[in-house]
């Protein structure tokens, strides 16, 4: 059932809604409607290339989870390159609209609507690799959920697999202000994402449109380090950091990192 709230609740306080399951009631339905404005499908195909297919095709992954299908645009890409995608979103909007791009490009998901934290109740398969990418981790906002969601994913891979996942530069925005290149992930030309709130916990971005919309995301900041440490808490043998997109970086420099956790230990 879709949700045709035109206005997002933040209640009387918006900084003090740091909780998991309110993504629920962000991602409504004008937002969704307006999300493919803000990534531009051609101009993130044309910053990304082929290197999410590339370290697939790479390792010889063909079966995939897209855990955070969104309006669909990895999925689709991963589609037209020759992998099976089986593509899941926690939000009901997403995944219409993400069914709905894909037709209109002439593909066909297979999309699942599942809570990350209880994935393998409603996807009964094994996986090459999963992706979950456009910074939807941040969305977990505690400790317990984001080891939940790993755990469930770790589950979910067959014995070799491995997991992708991407989130923002939160260092550099914590550390040392917000600044972004603007290039890569959101590359609406026209669309702003810029943090009106920062601290340790939360990281609340304002997205204003050319129309004169506006919305929020509620979103915790997770730190580079943290992550390498919790993929491994959990169980992955080994962890590589990209910084957009690039193998070697100064930490300050990317406006994403791209995390590659690996389940298979490899002995050197």
């Not at 079966?63 to 299908?69: G, Q, R, S």
Request: include cysteine.
């Amino acid at each position: 059932m879709l949700d045709h709230d035109t206005k997002q609740d933040y209640g009387s306080n918006p900084t003090a809604v740091r909780e998991t399951d309110h993504y629920q009631k962000e991602y409504i339905q004008s937002f969704v409607e307006k999300w493919d404005e803000l990534i531009d499908w051609d101009a993130r195909a044309d910053s990304e290339g082929q290197f999410f297919i590339d370290m697939l095709k790479a390792r010889g992954k063909e079966k995939i989870l897209d855990v955070a299908t969104g309006t669909g645009f990895h999925s689709v890409q991963l589609l037209k390159a020759g992998f099976e995608v089986t593509s899941v979103d926690g939000n009901a909007e997403m995944l219409t609209k993400a069914f709905e791009n894909a037709r209109d490009r002439d593909q066909v998901l297979h999309t699942v609507h599942a809570d990350w934290r209880w994935l393998n109740k409603d996807v009964h398969s094994k996986y090459d690799a999963i992706i979950c990418l456009g910074n939807s981790f941040t969305h977990l906002f505690k400790e317990r959920d984001r080891r939940r969601a790993l755990a469930e994913f770790y589950a979910a891979l067959r014995y070799d697999g491995i997991l992708i996942l991407d989130q923002r530069n939160y260092d550099a925005i914590l550390d040392e202000g917000f600044s972004t290149k603007h290039k890569y992930y959101y590359c609406g030309d026209q669309v702003s994402a810029e943090p009106e709130h920062i601290d340790d916990g939360l990281a609340r971005f304002k997205y204003q449109f050319p129309d004169g919309a506006q919305y929020n995301l509620n979103m915790y900041p997770l730190r580079k380090n943290y992550m390498q440490s919790l993929f491994k808490e959990v169980g992955f043998q080994k962890v590589k950091t990209y910084g957009d997109f690039k193998e070697t970086y100064q930490d300050n420099e990317p406006d994403f990192f791209v995390h590659v956790a690996e389940k298979t230990y490899h002995a050197k």
